[in-house]
């Protein structure tokens, strides 16, 4: 445990993925009193994260990397050594959703998690502070301890803490520099009392003191849950408006905007789409539907259910409506797909709505021509010959990938925006109609170009939420 007379503070991270790189590299950005060591079993990508090129795409990201690599932020594939150097060590592993066995489909998988646990309970020969920095469900915590515990003894001890991340990638530096807040759960007995306060007195490095929040460890855990499954209930509230719009003539942004501006709703995430992408939203609503089938609650299940159902419907029926405006057909027909990636300014593809469109495409037997300004074509591959949505065989005879919109969209029926990206609302939409077949489709999944621009160019235009 630290006294007054502690050398340098030592932070071990355990997960080198989104939130560990991010998060760990912004306390060494704003703590250069304290020595952050990042490590990960996947040696591949600490190589990236030593090297020019890293392995993960944030804005503002590279600057703080650079800033303190080599200093005072470290990244290793050596974790057993950095877990025992360590006073505080984060647990940042993913905990993707079961893919087989008890509660596959909604559950969360802890393997990751408890592997880190068992190596810390292993590998540890000083009393360490334990931080749950992956979401996890409820009570986690209270297996962690038990692995932690059964290798304890008198001169050493673990206290465990739940500090749940809210970052949004794309976001991330901003939101870590200035989060909302930082929450922090523990035991209330004295040890744990005292074990948030070192982890407190990290964050007042730069976080306003009344913005670092505590509660109990089994809030902190279910608020972070909570968080998600409210901010994607919203995404589901108004894509399922945006179906009623479709069909009324009124229009979704101009229903968002009118609400938005009621102070007890607020404007934010009420942007419609093609449906919300990303690797927890859906994760963690499944997890909190298993806590609450668990719990005996299936009224709860099935409500938060209705927000991962919502979001696959709002996808079918973009895709329907496609098929639809394109004569009933898109076999043989060329798809230009505007981005790939789950939301703009990130590389990241994790549940994005795009897999899920180009498998319809697919199985549809149309051709698409992809582009994202971000997404390695490496990453496409993968994500498109998952046997559940392409054979490799479909892959090669349907799919193209470009590094230039113009090119993708050469030659096609229609430009189906599924990405966000800045740069789609900019581009020369005029050039982009003389290379098209005619009639020339724009689908708008994002509602972010001008489609009066688009329609006096010649363009049949389609955007979500709007009867046009
Ligand atoms: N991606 C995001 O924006 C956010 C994710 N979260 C949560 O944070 C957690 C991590 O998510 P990501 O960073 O996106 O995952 P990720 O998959 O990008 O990174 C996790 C890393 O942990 C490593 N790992 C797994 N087991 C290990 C072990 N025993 N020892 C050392 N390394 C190990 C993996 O090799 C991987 O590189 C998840 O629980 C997620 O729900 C929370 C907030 C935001
Ligand atoms: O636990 C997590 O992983 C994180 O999940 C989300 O962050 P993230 O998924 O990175 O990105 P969001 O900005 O939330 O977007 C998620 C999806 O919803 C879509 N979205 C978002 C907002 C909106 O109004 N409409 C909409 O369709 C985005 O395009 C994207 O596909 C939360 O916003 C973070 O607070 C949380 O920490």
């Known amino acids: 445990m630290l006294t007054a007379f502690s050398p340098k503070l030592k932070i071990c ?138 290798n304890s003894n008198d001169l050493i001890r673990f206290d465990i803490l739940s500090n749940p991340e809210f970052l949004a990638e794309g976001t991330a530096i901003n939101d870590l520099l200035h989060p909302d807040r930082v929450l922090i759960g523990s035991l209330t007995t004295p040890e744990g009392i005292r074990a948030r306060s070192v982890l407190a007195s990290v964050y007042e490095h730069w976080v306003p003191k009344e913005k670092i929040i505590t509660a109990n460890l089994w809030s902190s855990e279910l608020s972070k849950l909570a968080a998600n499954a409210l901010l994607a209930q919203r995404i589901s509230s108004i894509n399922s408006l945006s179906a009623i719009c479709e069909a009324t003539g009124a229009d ?65 029926r973009f895709t329907s409506r496609i098929i639809k405006s394109l004569f009933n057909t898109i076999t043989n027909k060329n798809l230009a797909i505007f981005g790939f990636a789950f939301k ?55 799919v193209q990938m470009f590094d230039c919109p113009y090119e993708a969209a050469k030659g096609t029926d229609a430009i189906v925006i599924v990405t966000e990206w800045d740069e789609f609302k900019v581009l020369d939409y005029q050039k982009i109609y003389g290379e098209m077949n005619k009639p020339a489709f724009v689908f708008d999944g994002r509602s972010i170009v001008d489609y009066n621009v688009l329609k006096k160019i010649g363009f049949k235009v389609s955007v979500v939420g709007k009867a046009i």
């Open 344 to 398: 703009k300014n990130t590389g990241d593809t994790r549940e994005s709505a795009a897999i899920t469109l180009i498998k319809y495409f697919l199985r549809e037997n149309a051709n698409v021509r992809i582009y994202d300004p971000k997404v390695p074509k490496e990453q496409i591959v993968r994500d498109l010959t998952d046997p559940e949505v392409a054979s490799v065989e479909k892959f090669n005879q349907r």
């Open 13 to 150: 991270c355990i997960g080198a993925g989104y939130v560990g790189g991010p998060s760990c590299a912004v306390i060494a950005y704003k703590c250069p009193d304290i020595q952050v060591t990042i490590v990960d079993i996947n040696e591949q990508r600490i190589k990236e994260w030593n090297s020019d090129n890293l392995p993960v795409y944030e804005p503002g990201l590279d600057e703080i990397v650079f800033a303190c690599r080599g200093k005072n932020l470290f990244f290793s594939s050596d974790v057993d050594f950095h877990i025992n150097e360590a006073d505080l060590i984060f647990v940042s592993v993913n905990t993707p959703t079961k893919k087989s066995g008890l509660g596959a489909g909604f559950a969360s998988d802890l393997a990751y998690l408890e592997s880190a646990t068992r190596r810390i309970a292993k590998v540890a020969t000083s009393s360490k502070i334990v931080i749950e920095k992956s979401t996890v469900p409820c009570k986690t915590a209270e297996s962690m301890r038990a692995i932690l515990d059964a």
């Open 252 to 316: 979704v942004d101009e229903v968002a905007f009118a609400c938005g501006l009621d102070s007890r709703i607020g404007p934010k995430f009420l942007k419609a789409s093609v449906g919300f992408g990303g690797s927890c939203f859906q994760k963690d609503i499944l997890n909190l539907v298993y806590l609450s089938e668990s719990l005996n609650l299936p009224e709860v299940a099935a409500y938060w259910n209705q927000v991962v159902i919502m979001n696959e419907y709002q996808k079918e």
